[in-house]
């Protein structure tokens, strides 16, 4: 178990439906980090960007960019993690992947597909919400529009991190900013949200604001409009642990059931 959680998210420009040079550029960008790091996030469908042609660029797990991912992750011996477009059968899926330094793959489908973009209609939706334990942190991954969606991600787990990975388009940046700092302060977690910039092959502006708070709201690491670069921050479990013990929030919070 480790009380430090050294985290970095890649605050980017997405190559269109490109996998290859999508992954040949985050691996230049990790290339330039230095010293020891725990955990890399990467944007919202990094190897592509948000497309709606899944066809074009779906992958099966044990595909091109989660081999990459795993070569990154023994390499550096960091966790590495990011969405991109995976096929099972006749179903695709906008599909979060998280990859330990053993090469071991956990995998979180987005449960809340944006409709205003006809996700609906070409991705299905995942059904089961997923914790994530690594070096003893218990981590909650999400995706984009799942940030809308409070009770999805509501602390019923323990967990300690909860982690936003986006294609949040610059016309609602305000949304992006306001709704990580309520997850992090209803959940009493740590929260990361990692965006890309650039424009994507549709005309959408992405303006990135990616950011790292808190378990009070405060921010403690974040990107500004249009910066390529990385956002970076030490978290600590033991202040986390002790700030809820005091505060004891968590209790308090309704009972409820998801269905499906």
Sequence with gaps: MQNELKIVGVQAPLFWEDASQNCCFFEQKIQELKGSIDLIVLPEMFTSGFTMQPNKVAEEIDGFSVSWMQKIASLRQVAICGSLVIKEKSNYFNTFIFVHPSKKVETYIKRHSFTLAGEHKLYTSGKEQV???????????QICYDLRFPVWSRNTNNYHLLIYVANWPVTRIKAW????????????????????????????????????????GEKCASLHTNTEGFIITTLHKSALEETRNKLNFLADMDSFSIAN
Excluded at 131 to 141: A, F, S
Aim: proline content about 2%.
């Design 131 to 141: 914790i994530i334990t690594y070096k003893g942190w218990r981590i909650c991954p």
């Design 177 to 216: 900013e306001t709704l990580l700092q309520a997850r992090a302060i209803e959940n009493m977690s740590y929260t990361i949200g990692v965006n890309r910039i650039g424009k994507d092959a549709n005309g959408y502006e992405y303006s990135g604001n990616s950011l790292i708070i808190d378990y009070l």
